[in-house]
């Protein structure tokens, strides 16, 4: 089974869990994220898996509002995963660098809310193809052979300073033997 993800800046709370209600009653499953302390390690680690499982992000944005971390961290995760992008545009202006045309569908979503929820509904995979598909969770992918080599070099590196470090010292007389 996957879900919705639903993307917002706290300003749109409001609307987030309004849109997140209307989605559940029109029988789509909806992760949206709780009220944790964005940048979190917790919050972190919680959307990415959350993304990483979902069939579609629906992102609602200020587009006249370029400064919004915890989203930039979301979109730019769902668009190395690949996952499908609805923006609720609440404002007119650019998409953000990290999300382009080819890779969201933006809705004019300034006008009356009951208005612009059909077009979204008409956007969105059916909630019974959502349901039935297998969560495709994106794998994590293991650290490349020269990248592990490079950690085993700094690691031994360490190592051997940490021992000439000893070493000096006892010599030196700074570590009592």
């Known amino acids: 089974m996957q879900h919705l993800y639903i993307s917002y800046p706290t ?3 409001p609307l987030a869990h309004r849109l997140a209600g209307d989605l559940q ?4 499953a909806v992760f949206i994220d709780p009220v944790n302390e964005i940048g979190s390690m917790g919050w972190a680690a919680e959307t990415r898996q959350a993304i990483r499982t979902c069939g579609a992000v629906i992102m609602i944005l200020s587009l006249a ?3 919004r971390t915890g989203i930039r961290h979301e979109g730019v995760l769902t668009k190395r995963l690949g996952r499908p992008v609805v923006v609720l545009a609440r404002s007119p202006g650019d998409l953000p660098r990290y999300l382009t045309l080819a890779d969201a569908i933006v809705l004019d979503w300034s006008g009356e809310y009951d208005a612009a929820l059909p077009a979204l509904l008409d956007l969105l995979p059916p909630a019974a ?3 039935t598909e297998p969560v495709t969770a994106h794998p994590m992918h293991p650290a490349s052979p020269a990248r592990r080599r490079r950690r085993v070099e700094l690691a031994v590196t360490l190592v051997a300073l940490m021992a000439l470090c000893l070493a000096l010292g006892i010599v030196f007389g700074w570590i009592p033997v």
């Open 11 to 13: 300003e749109d709370y």
């Open 25 to 28: 009653a029109a029988g789509y």
């Open 65 to 67: 509002d370029r400064r």
């Open 129 to 131: 193809e959502l349901l």
